[in-house]
């Protein structure tokens, strides 16, 4: 299954502080072109491949690339927006549930664009949000803990693993604190609505002393050098950037249903040039932006146009109804209620402290 998640590294809410913006010239060598106003949680490195490409089929645009964290791309729009100011551009970001709100409280504006049309509906929010990514949440393993076993393949699988082996993998299991991690938030809230027996994995992996961390790297660290065993719903992206570095590290795309996560795109109500940002969403929803995205940005491609290696085409085609994409859709913004969340994070916390 390797092949189907060599995705590059990316980064997640909070891994990092906000860096300078940078500015990439116009390829036209005019010095007064129109600049596009990036935000996006896509650290500037990785998101060059993309940068450059348009400028490439727009070289008459500057770019301002602002890399942030996902809450600083939501409040800074909201603010700015609410102090009658210009905004971004446009905005990219791994948190789908503020990206979502966004669009629904009216800070983002409609973009009827030539892949509109075609794009899968559950990634399309009112031609207004666009999921533009496909990234799953997967198990990793410690591949010479199982030389004499298959790795656990289903959530069953993996509590049935747990009893099992008891005391030899107790505090050998990892996963990420709901807590702190947005993405780990993610998959539990949408775990708990797959998967009815979800509390029974979650008891299981406290009774198994299971240890939390708000970054992917911590976990597979230890995987890596096999201090634990196993990591539940690992982004699968940082997973698969370890795994190519680090032999000892296994990948398994859960068979009972794996959770799909996307990085939306879209541009603010207020943005500066709408026109370009709309030329940018464009470009990313491109067969040659996807294809960008697929092989060079190693990010998962949603576009029907686009298949092969690294895109949700090929994906569906070997694992079908396995996979569980996350809809964009206002159903997002149902844990951004306070009362709700506590209520998620008090019953993990209580199934936890059974161990």
Known sequence: MRFLISFGFLFLSGALAEAAPTFFPALSGDGAAPVLTVYSSLDEPLARPMIDGFQKANPDVAVRYEDMLTGEIYDRIVKETDAGEKTADFAFSSAMDLQVKLSND???QRSDLPMSGLWPAWANWRNTAYALTFEPAVFVYHKPSFRNERPPAT????VDYLKRKGNAVFGRIGTYDIERSGVGFLFMSRDQEQFGDIWT??????????????????????????????????LG??????????????IILPKDYTVVMSRIGLVPQAAAAPELGRR??????SKEG?????????IPAVSPEVAGENTANTMREMLGGQLKPVPVSPGLMVYLDQVKRARLIARWNEMLRLQ
């Open 155 to 158: 959530r069953a699988e993996f």
């Open 106 to 108: 009216g800070y983002a």
């Open 290 to 298: 996807q294809t960008i995205m697929a092989r060079e940005l190693q």
């Open 201 to 234: 994995v979650i008891r299981t992996m406290g009774a198994a002393g299971v240890k939390l961390y708000s970054t992917s790297q911590a976990i597979l660290e230890r995987i890596s050098d096999g201090r634990f065993v196993l990591g539940y719903n690992i």
């Open 237 to 250: 992206s940082y997973a698969a950037d370890w795994a190519s570095r680090h032999p000892d590290v296994g």
């Open 280 to 285: 940018y969403l464009e470009f990313f929803m």
